[in-house]
């Protein structure tokens, strides 16, 4: 039978356990909750600690009673089980960044800003229509105007609704006719005041020269839907689902970061390079 004291041990305590049938008595240095768990289990399976109905209900109710006397421990194992899960989603996306190296880094639908040859990739899913990702643009800009070796890769992702498909559509459109000079369509239109559509895209558009007609029919171009299509699967692969969020070496950053902690980020890829 198990034998157990009246009062609840702490963990300077032994527990003291005989096992019927077995004549050895086996005295053990008490654990929280998760040891005790560990050595009924280990017990469970070795013949030779074979417990019989009465004995099983015993052990549930130690653990029971013991539960509900620290019942602070279920916060523990609740935070352990996070981080272990937390972990597990980091391996796993880390594995899926990559195998999709390609289509994250190396797409050529995709608009690339800074040095093309950086020895650092930034990829930036964003919205037209997403006011962080205005702000972000700042940071983006202040950091390849001061580090000549990163290159930013564009993901068109756009969540925010039709104005937002609308606008992207145009967007990869004047890229595909003009992609030397994205940049300064990207910006102008990040900067615009208000919502961004269709309209106030092509207009951006055509004041840079581009000719509206070629254009829309650049836009009717199945190939620019199947992009953002890729994109759409590729975010939720990856457990994306707001902008900006940043793949940056082998980790996704989600939130506008701020210039600072944008620069330390491209500082650990470079140094894991």
């Given at each position: 039978?198990?034998y157990?004291?009246?009062?609840?041990?702490?963990?300077?305590?032994?527990?003291?356990?005989?096992?019927?049938?077995?004549?050895n008595?086996?005295?053990?240095?008490?654990?929280?909750?998760?040891?005790?768990?560990?050595?009924?289990?280990?017990?469970?399976?070795?013949?030779?600690?074979?417990?019989?109905?009465?004995?099983?209900?015993?052990?549930?109710?130690?653990?029971?009673?013991?539960?509900?006397?620290?019942?602070?421990?279920?916060?523990?194992?609740?935070?352990?089980?996070?981080?272990?899960?937390?972990?597990?989603?980091?391996?796993?996306r880390?594995?899926?960044?990559?195998?999709a190296?390609?289509?994250l880094?190396?797409?050529?639908?995709?608009?690339?800003?800074?040095?093309?040859?950086?020895?650092?990739?930034?990829?930036?899913?964003?919205?037209?229509?997403?006011?962080?990702?205005?702000?972000a643009?700042?940071?983006?800009?202040a950091?390849?105007?001061?580090?000549e070796?990163?290159?930013?890769?564009?993901?068109?992702?756009?969540?925010?609704?039709?104005?937002s498909?609308?606008?992207?559509?145009?967007?990869?459109?004047?890229?595909?006719?003009?992609?030397?000079?994205?940049?300064?369509?990207?910006?102008?239109?990040?900067?615009?005041?208000?919502?961004?559509?269709?309209?106030?895209?092509?207009?951006?558009?055509?004041?840079?020269?581009?000719?509206?007609?070629?254009?829309?029919?650049?836009?009717?171009?199945?190939?620019?839907?199947?992009?953002?299509?890729?994109?759409?699967?590729?975010?939720?692969?990856?457990?994306?689902?707001?902008?900006?969020?940043?793949?940056?070496?082998?980790?996704?950053?989600?939130?506008?970061?701020g210039?600072?902690?944008?620069?330390?980020?491209?500082?650990?890829?470079?140094?894991?390079?």
């Open positions: 039978m198990i157990r004291a009246l009062k609840y041990p702490s963990e300077e305590d032994d527990i003291v356990i005989g096992i019927r049938g077995n004549e008595v086996k005295k053990l240095r008490f654990l929280p909750i998760a040891g005790a768990l560990l050595l009924v289990s280990a017990m469970s399976v070795n013949s030779a600690f074979a417990f019989d109905e009465a004995q099983k209900e015993e052990i549930g109710e130690i653990v029971r009673e013991y539960l509900l006397a620290n019942p602070e421990l279920l916060i523990e194992v609740q935070e352990e089980l996070e981080a272990r899960l937390a972990e597990e989603e980091e391996v796993a880390v594995a899926m960044i990559q195998s190296s390609s289509e880094f190396e797409s050529a639908a995709d608009p690339v800003l800074g040095n093309p040859d950086g020895d650092v990739t930034v990829v930036e899913f964003f919205d037209y229509n997403c006011g962080f990702c205005r702000r643009m700042d940071d983006m800009q950091i390849i105007e001061s580090d070796n990163v290159r930013f890769v564009l993901k068109e992702f756009p969540i925010l609704g039709p104005d498909i609308a606008a992207h559509q145009v967007a990869m459109a004047f890229n595909t006719l003009e992609p030397l000079q994205y940049g300064e369509f990207h910006t102008r239109l990040m900067d615009h005041e208000g919502s961004a559509n269709e309209a106030v895209a092509v207009d951006i558009a055509v004041q840079m020269g581009v000719d509206e007609s070629e254009l829309r029919a650049t836009m009717a171009d199945p190939t620019l839907s199947n992009v953002v299509q890729r994109t759409y699967a590729l975010a939720e692969s990856l457990g994306i689902g707001g902008t900006p969020s940043y793949v940056i070496g082998d980790s996704l950053v989600p939130g506008a970061l210039v600072d902690e944008l620069r330390a980020r491209i500082a650990e890829a470079r140094a894991a390079n």
